[in-house]
């Protein structure tokens, strides 16, 4: 995550208005249930698009973020200032005292690096959890058929003065995709990068293990809907083994 704050210096500005479409409601519902009267904790919390109105359903909600611009945006927001906010690396999850739930959603797990890296926060969050708290992420499956040649260009949004495309590349062995979103318009062409190294749910499984946790649920999505073969996402809960 070293380059974390040019990623969102760059996407904070179109960042809720490209997301709008994914409504928090489900996932504040069922955070909120896991929390109970206890706090709460968001890795890498972006704009505040789940902290904010997590928070307003009554709990203490802390967020780690490295963007100083995502930051301002979540503080811009009615509600921002009910965040208690880290700005820093969440790998580490530098924060104080012990959360009944700790999050990463929207894959954002998935920014970090490298495998290590991974790992590294995995161990840190269990540090972290209360008696009886959980860890929960949010991720996409991988899915390598989407990349032809290891490579896709995929068209998002066309209106009469504006395209949008995602265009990226497959490193099967690093288990990295590198891309640019690119807007098209009236203003020229404007890039927002995206880089992810993505992690199977076994292998996320093997890191929670790795960090004295165990799987204890695991969903298709924030519906309880059962995880298959066919789900594109899932919704991951470990607590202590």
Known sequence: ????????????????????????TETVAVLRALAGSGR????????????????ATGITVHAIEASEAMVSRMRAKVGGDAVKVTQG??????VEGE????????????????????????????QRLAPGG??????????PTRF???QRVQVNRIEPQRVELAVSRHDPVEQRVTGQHVVLGDQGV???????????????DLMAQLAGLRLRERWSDWQRRPFTATSPTHVSIYERA
């Open 1 to 24: 995550m070293s380059d974390a704050n040019s990623y969102g210096q760059t996407w904070a500005p179109i960042y809720d208005e490209t997301f709008a479409a994914k409504d928090p």
């Open 89 to 94: 690396d969440f790998t580490q999850v530098a």
């Open 148 to 150: 032809d040649g290891h």
């Open 99 to 126: 959360f009944a739930v700790i999050f990463v959603v929207f894959s954002t797990l998935f920014a970090l690096p490298n495998q290590g890296a991974q790992v590294t926060c995995f161990r840190n969050v269990a």
């Open 40 to 55: 709460a904790l968001e890795l890498g919390s972006g704009t505040g698009r789940i902290a904010i109105p997590l928070a």
């Open 134 to 143: 959980v860890f929960v992420v949010e991720a996409f499956v991988p899915d």
């Open 190 to 204: 404007k890039l927002y990068p995206v880089e992810v190294r993505y992690a199977w749910p076994t292998e996320l």
